[in-house]
């Protein structure tokens, strides 16, 4: 019989309905586990345990910062031992949960990810640490490091909106050199991701075409801009992939990225600061529970 264990973000340890669906789907007969976290390194503390006790499915409950430390426990593990990852989204903007297609019913997401059978996918890291999602650079990452959890709470996916207002009002762009093995940039850019999947910041899609089996990155800069030009940034960002005069897209295994001074850098929520960051793909690096028809998945 099938086991798994469920990761439990201590704040939505009162999540409507999710301890009923537990019950019921124990009372089905389903192996199921529950670990809840009170404090950082606890993901990594139950990922350790499912592979001691052999569980064959680990499933992240809680916003992108919770499946990111799920993902990176994974992905301390060698490959041969990692379990199923799934994915029940209970947090504000669960970004990669909803580019996915995922259900953000909790009842139908923890039965899925219970039953439904896994794609492999790729993962991205940025020198030792794992990402599944996106990395972003300079005002991407002040925005999202910066935005209140009351705040993400009261207006959802609208805070991080709200919060790239106001600090646009005094934001300053970084410079930076960006190599990648067929490209080089140096100059000043106000946002950068580095994506594996395709959205964050609340629903900005800035990666449409991103796969995440493709074994590539996709990187993003977004370059100073008057602001009577914003409809032609929106666009060129909404565009082919194409690089515009402010919109600059790179797709490759690696990618580098250097700047004067350390700038901020999010990885799918977890906040970091580099002068110097090298952006690797890892081919076939877990296997995802997603639906058959998911778009960030190329056939």
Request: aromatic content about 8%; charged content about 25%.
């Amino acid at each position: 019989m099938s086991r798994s264990l469920l990761i439990l973000n201590g704040k939505k340890s009162d999540y409507p309905g999710f301890r009923e669906t537990v019950e019921s789907l124990r009372s089905s007969g389903l192996e199921i586990l529950v670990r809840v976290t009170w404090e950082y390194g606890d993901c990594q503390r139950f990922v350790d345990e499912a592979n001691e006790l052999g569980i064959e499915r680990v499933v992240a409950c809680g916003g992108d910062g919770t499946l990111n430390e799920v993902a990176n426990g994974l992905m301390n593990l060698p490959r041969e031992k990692r379990p199923y990852l799934g994915i029940v989204p209970l947090g504000t903007a669960n970004d990669f949960a909803v580019s996915c297609c995922l259900p953000q019913d909790v009842s139908e997401a923890l039965k899925n990810s219970v039953e439904q059978a896994p794609r492999t996918i790729d993962m991205a890291r940025a020198e030792d640490h794992s990402f599944i999602n996106v990395a972003s650079l300079g005002f991407g990452a002040t925005v999202t490091n910066e935005t209140p959890v009351e705040l993400k709470n009261f207006l959802g996916g609208g805070a991080y909106t709200l919060m790239a207002i106001l600090k646009s009002l005094n934001f300053q762009p970084y410079p930076i050199r960006v190599q990648t093995p067929e490209d080089r940039f140096e100059g000043e850019a106000i946002v950068g991701a580095v994506c594996n999947g395709r959205q964050t910041g609340g629903g900005q899609v800035l990666a449409k075409e991103a796969f995440l089996n493709d074994g590539l990155l996709d990187t993003v800069l977004i370059l100073p801009f008057p602001l009577p030009r914003i409809d032609q940034v929106l666009q060129e960002i909404s565009g082919p992939g194409d690089s515009g005069e402010f919109v600059k897209f790179f797709r490759s295994p690696w990618t580098e990225i250097e700047a004067d001074e350390a700038i901020p850098v999010n990885l799918d929520g977890e906040p970091h600061r580099f002068e110097k960051v090298r952006f690797e793909l890892v081919e076939d690096a877990i296997d995802l529970v997603i639906p058959k028809d998911c778009p960030c998945i190329r056939s």
